[in-house]
């Protein structure tokens, strides 16, 4: 699976940004999707993850009831709709695709099947 990320911007606090993350590639709907950032001079972190029908999704706390994840799996893609954006949300969003995404994330391993390049999410104070 090869993954597409966009969608990334310059947003005032408050504000709201949909990304998206396309794929290519016959094994899409069987995969685990996520998204990870990573902040200037930080490690990279976990943030949404959902499961390959879209009926279990997983949030890191602190994006709970701001974030939500979607995928449509007839047009290989993943969404990140986040709202109430912080400066702390500040960062490259990645997007993911492994058949066992959340064990990995739990494992604390940085390797995926497939791994998107990043969209920048800038977002002022």
């Known amino acids: 699976v090869q993954l597409q990320a966009s969608g990334g911007g310059l947003v005032q606090a408050g504000g709201s940004l949909r990304l998206s993350c396309a794929a290519s590639g016959r094994t899409f709907s069987t995969y685990y999707m996520g998204w990870l950032r990573q902040a200037p001079g930080k490690a990279r972190d976990f943030v949404a993850a959902?499961?390959?029908?879209?009926?279990?999704?997983y949030y890191e706390d602190s994006v709970k009831g701001r974030f939500t994840i979607s995928r449509d799996n007839a047009k290989n893609t993943v969404y990140l709709e986040m709202s109430n954006l912080k400066p702390e949300d500040t960062a490259v969003y990645h997007c993911?695709?492994?058949?066992?995404?959340?064990?990995?994330?739990?494992?604390?391993?940085?390797?995926?099947?497939?791994w998107g390049q990043g969209t920048l999410v800038t977002v002022s104070s």
């Open positions: 959902i499961s390959w029908n879209g009926e279990t999704t």
């Open positions: 993911a695709a492994d058949p066992n995404l959340i064990e990995r994330v739990v494992a604390g391993e940085e390797a995926f099947a497939s």
